[in-house]
């Protein structure tokens, strides 16, 4: 028996499936990680695994980044939570707000989950409107109203100019589904007209401009900027899921186009190594977190909020991953998606790949989706996945159950060349 099976009955005694999460699951048991150093984590087996998970997009720096590790280690000398506010804040929202134009105030919070949550309810204290809007198949975190439609198959789904409001959870409210309006990914106009029959209830659109679930492509700008048009137009706040995409560029994947959102929530690469979120956006928006002439709009606070471990974390991240470090990790994000069409196409294995900056996901298909519906696995291509996904790890690469990876500034060529080859590889023990 191994460590990892010890481990793993131990953990089925005390955690519900003996996980906290459900990422980590797989059969027989969990990888068990053991340390983790730059790009490369060790397992309590002892094998080695270069990191292109990073856990769910949040290591930027990777593993135990020298300069993160320092900086965090002089602040817990001095303290990890306070009853008072701290300067650490103060000088993390203000570098976070000079990276975009769009963030004129910003408030922290744990999570990427609470960050999404917290920009919705903005949007409902701006406007005094309960609905929201948002793509099908989209993930924006553990929030009942956004995980409406996250997982739907063809059996649930509806026709595609009306898609069906699904709940995920057993046991959610009817009056949350009633609430979300489902809208499809890159067809503006059957979004608008949708939207168009709820304009008088709806809050706020939610859009993440490169959806993972949906299939990891850009949002087009005609679908952004003809969303922006009809919020404006029917006093609806605009609000963008960047809890992942912001790596793409230094103001995120905002900054690509032709409008600016309302509200952006944000978390994982910000945080350095470490739990956050955040809401960033206008003052005028922004204010219901404030006290003023019409008295507290959004009541909200956390135990750990803005806790200075994360925002010294956060600072120190964000002050590495500059234009110089987005621009050459992008690059190296171009040179993977290459590496791994050529694979594709020596292995004579229907895929594709998808993605833009420094993130991809390999697609088990002949042509790349295009919308939530096209990148929907069934039951036998989840088998076949998970067939390719455990083949990379046997290679020692790591990506998520999705077949997705995010770099980290401390990848260089090499891995993307042994990526490369295991993809080759794993694709070929498919066919």
């Not at 939530?372 to 046997?394: C, I, N, T």
Request: aromatic share 8%; net charge neutral.
């Amino acid at each position: 028996m191994t460590a990892s099976d010890t481990l793993f009955r131990k953990a089925l005694q005390y955690l519900p499936g003996g996980v906290s999460r459900d990422t980590v699951l797989r059969s027989p048991h969990p990888f068990y990680a053991s340390e983790g150093h730059g790009c490369v984590v060790t397992d309590i087996e002892g094998r080695q695994f270069v990191d292109f998970a990073n856990n769910m997009a949040s290591l930027i720096h990777g593993h135990a980044f020298p300069p993160i590790v320092d900086a965090v280690s002089a602040q817990m000398r001095r303290g990890t939570a306070f009853t008072f506010g701290t300067q650490a804040e103060v000088e993390f929202a203000e570098h976070m707000c000079s990276r975009s134009p769009a963030f004129q105030k910003i408030r922290f919070m744990n999570s990427g989950s609470e960050a999404v949550m917290a920009a919705i309810k903005a949007a409902r204290a701006f406007t005094g409107r309960p609905k929201i809007a948002k793509v099908e198949g989209a993930y924006h975190g553990a929030y009942d109203y956004v995980e409406v439609s996250q997982t739907t198959g063809p059996d649930q789904w509806g026709p595609p100019d009306r898609p069906n409001p699904v709940a995920l959870a057993a046991g959610t409210p009817q009056g949350v589904v009633d609430d979300v309006i489902v809208i499809p990914f890159n067809n503006p106009d059957v979004a608008l007209d949708l939207l168009n029959r709820h304009a008088d209830s709806l809050a706020g659109v939610l859009v993440d401009p490169i959806p993972h679930r949906v299939g990891l492509i850009p949002a087009e700008d005609t679908f952004i900027r003809r969303l922006r048009e009809w919020t404006l137009a029917h006093g609806v706040l605009l609000v963008f899921d960047e809890v992942i995409t912001f790596r793409t560029e230094v103001g995120g994947a905002q900054t690509r186009y032709s409008v600016r959102p309302d509200l952006t929530a944000l978390g994982k690469a910000i945080g350095g190594g470490f739990p956050v979120g955040a809401v960033a956006g206008s003052d005028e928006v922004m204010a219901v977190f404030a006290a003023g002439e019409r008295g507290l709009r959004l009541p909200q606070s956390g135990t750990f909020s803005a806790n200075p471990v994360t925002m010294t974390a956060g600072r120190v991240a964000m002050q590495h991953f500059d234009s110089a470090a987005v621009a050459r990790l992008n690059r190296l994000g171009d040179l993977a998606r290459s590496g791994i069409t050529a694979a594709i196409r020596e292995s004579s294995v229907p895929a594709c790949v998808t993605g833009t900056g420094s993130m991809f996901r390999v697609h088990l298909k002949a042509e790349a989706p295009r919308n939530y519906r096209e990148a929907f696995v069934d039951a036998e291509g989840r088998k076949r996945l998970a067939r390719f996904v455990d083949s990379m790890l046997d290679e020692g690469i790591m990506l998520t159950n999705t077949g997705t990876a995010m770099l980290s500034t401390v990848m260089a060529q090499a891995q993307i060349d042994q990526l490369s080859h295991a993809v080759l590889t794993s694709l070929r023990r498919l066919s």
